[in-house]
């Protein structure tokens, strides 16, 4: 008995995978935008070379901001 719950269960769990993958393969078909398929693995390939670069840039901003302040109030305090 326990055989037989166990080849239910890998059953439905393939069954659930096949289909699952069945229904991507159709909507990609549905679209025939393969260009932005490749653009969107393009992105995610550079965004994991160096997936801080937006926030590292935004904080170098901030650092020169921030001096360019800390500047300008020493400046005046003068």
């Given amino acids: 008995m326990e055989i037989s719950r166990t080849t239910i269960v890998i059953c439905i ?3 659930i995978v096949v289909g699952f993958n069945a229904l991507l ?7 025939k935008n ?6 969107l693995l ?3 390939a550079k965004r994991s070379q160096n997936p801080w670069i937006e926030e590292e840039q935004k ?9 360019e302040f ?3 109030g020493h400046n005046k305090q003068e």
């Fill in 13 to 15: 769990t393939l069954f």
């Fill in 25 to 31: 393969y159709i909507s990609l078909v549905k679209r």
């Fill in 34 to 39: 393969t260009v932005s398929q490749i653009d």
């Fill in 42 to 44: 393009r992105k995610a």
């Fill in 59 to 67: 904080l170098e901003e901030l650092s020169r901001l921030v001096k």
């Fill in 70 to 72: 800390k500047k300008e």
